[in-house]
């Protein structure tokens, strides 16, 4: 009897060990965004990467040709786009609930990495400026590394409509700081804060005084507020789809105030040290990208209504990038 017992409770403690054992693996690496090991166990594939996104067009076309670079590659992609703003996208970063995502290098060193505007204003080339945001990237806790940035420059761009700046003769931010006070400045929350964005205006043309600011925290808006008339003057970026409309006029910057932005992928560097197979696939995405390029396919987004991941997806498609 005793040994009947025993065998009974060992068959028992068997197939406890056998769930137990199945249940870990269903679980995979719990707690890692990357989901998978680095042979894609449990995935049929290269494993799980997660791809983020701020909030507003740009990112979204580039979000999803990232996560559709990747997918083609064979990895499984979760998408976490339209998190917010770069401070809310980088500590998803930095807590593991998003593997990458893409940023600007201008805005990485003054609202991420604490290098502040004095010294970004003596980065004097876009190389200057990537290679320090890199840098400084991979000297964090845990460290991150962004990859080689797209081969275009998304600043600032202040844009009049163009009755306001044939009213006025405006075709510099030097004329629209002599006019402003007869003006009405559309702009958003972020950019009347940040260092390197208003503040960073009014120290440089200091005659700036307009009429009245109105908050405005849509970029679809903030234009269709000043082609309406609602405002005169509006602050965007130079690879808006709306700019190129012929009735706005975008002016130009005689001091050169603005940073260089070049968009990149930052990438969690434990997950790129996983699947350095990442570097490629990201950087071949980036390097194919222009100015014009970004524009016009912003513009199928903001002014045709088309839905991001399917111009990303056509984008990539006719560009050899994905099958």
């Known amino acids: 009897m005793i040994t ?32 998978s090991g680095p042979s894609g166990e449990g995935s049929g594939g290269a494993g799980t ?4 996104s701020k909030n507003f067009t740009e990112q979204y076309i580039l979000g999803n040709m990232y996560a559709l670079a990747l997918e083609n590659a064979g990895f499984e992609v979760e998408r976490r786009l339209n998190l917010g ?11 593991g609930r998003i593997d990458l995502y893409p940023e600007y290098t201008g805005t990485a060193l003054v609202a991420i990495l604490d290098y502040g505007e004095e010294r970004l204003a003596r980065l004097d080339t876009p190389e ?32 009049v409509r163009r009755e306001a700046a044939e009213r006025y003769d405006l075709k510099t931010l030097s004329d629209l700081a002599e006019a402003s006070p007869n003006l009405v400045f559309v702009s958003f929350s972020e ?30 808006l903030r234009y269709q507020g000043v082609l309406q008339g609602e405002g005169d003057v509006g602050i965007g ?22 940073p260089f932005y070049q968009p990149a992928p930052v990438v969690r560097t ?20 222009d100015i014009q390029t970004m524009r016009e396919l912003n513009g199928q987004v903001d002014l045709q209504k088309e839905d991001p991941e399917d111009v990303a997806r056509e984008y990539l498609e006719q560009e050899g990038l994905i099958n």
């Open 191 to 220: 950019f009347q804060n940040r260092e390197d964005g208003f503040p960073n205006m009014k120290e440089n043309y200091p005659a700036l005084d307009f009429k009245d600011v109105e908050i405005v925290n849509s970029i679809g």
């Open 4 to 35: 009947a017992r025993r065998s009974i409770l060992r068959v028992a403690g068997l197939f406890l060990a056998a769930l137990l054992a199945a249940a870990l693996v269903a679980c995979g690496n719990v707690g890692e965004s990357g989901g």
């Open 237 to 258: 970026f130079t690879t808006d789809g709306q700019l190129a409309s012929d009735r706005l006029v975008v002016l130009e910057d005689p001091k050169n105030i603005w």
């Open 270 to 289: 434990e997950v790129l040290e996983r699947h350095p197979e990442i570097r490629r696939v990201l950087n071949e995405v980036s390097a194919s990208l």
């Open 49 to 52: 990467i997660t791809v983020g």
């Open 128 to 159: 200057e400026t990537y290679q320090r945001a890199r840098e400084l990237y991979a000297e964090r806790e845990p460290a991150d590394t962004m990859l080689e940035p797209a081969p275009f420059n998304n600043t600032y761009g202040i844009f």
């Open 85 to 95: 703003s770069e401070q809310i996208a980088d500590r998803a970063l930095q807590n």
